[in-house]
C-alpha cells in the first residue's frame, strides 16, 4: 500500500447496474455508517451530487447522486425529515420500477 491509499482510501466499488438520473434506488446502509438512514429509503435520482473538495490528478473519487426519496426519511438518530439527500454511489442500488415484468 502507498502513502496515497493510507490518505486517501478508496471507495467499496458498486455492485449492479450503473446508476443514473431518473433511476429508482435504495439507500444502503452498513454498519460503519455514521449517517445511516432508517430501513432503506426508496427514491428517485434526481441530480448528480458534488462534493466541496476537488480532486488531486489522477486520483479517483467515488461519484455522488442527489436522491429524491418516495416519503419523508429519518436518520437512525433521528434527525429528520429528509425529502432528499447526496450519497456516493456505492450507498445506492438499483431497483426495477416492474418487478412483475419477464425479462
Do not use: C, H
Not at 418516495?70 to 439527500?85: L, V
Amino acid at each position: 500500500m502507498n502513502w496515497l491509499d493510507r490518505i486517501f482510501p478508496k471507495s467499496p466499488v458498486p455492485r449492479g447496474p450503473a446508476v443514473g438520473i431518473g433511476m429508482l434506488v435504495a439507500v444502503v446502509n452498513s454498519a460503519q455508517q455514521t449517517d445511516a438512514f432508517e430501513d432503506d429509503p426508496v427514491g428517485v435520482v434526481i441530480a448528480p451530487g458534488n462534493k466541496d473538495l476537488a480532486p488531486y490528478p489522477g486520483l479517483q473519487r467515488p461519484r455522488y447522486w442527489t436522491v429524491a426519496f418516495d416519503e419523508a426519511s429519518y436518520t437512525a438518530d433521528g434527525r429528520g425529515p429528509f425529502e432528499q439527500a447526496t450519497f456516493p454511489e456505492w450507498r445506492l442500488r438499483v431497483l426495477d420500477p416492474d418487478p412483475g415484468r419477464a425479462g
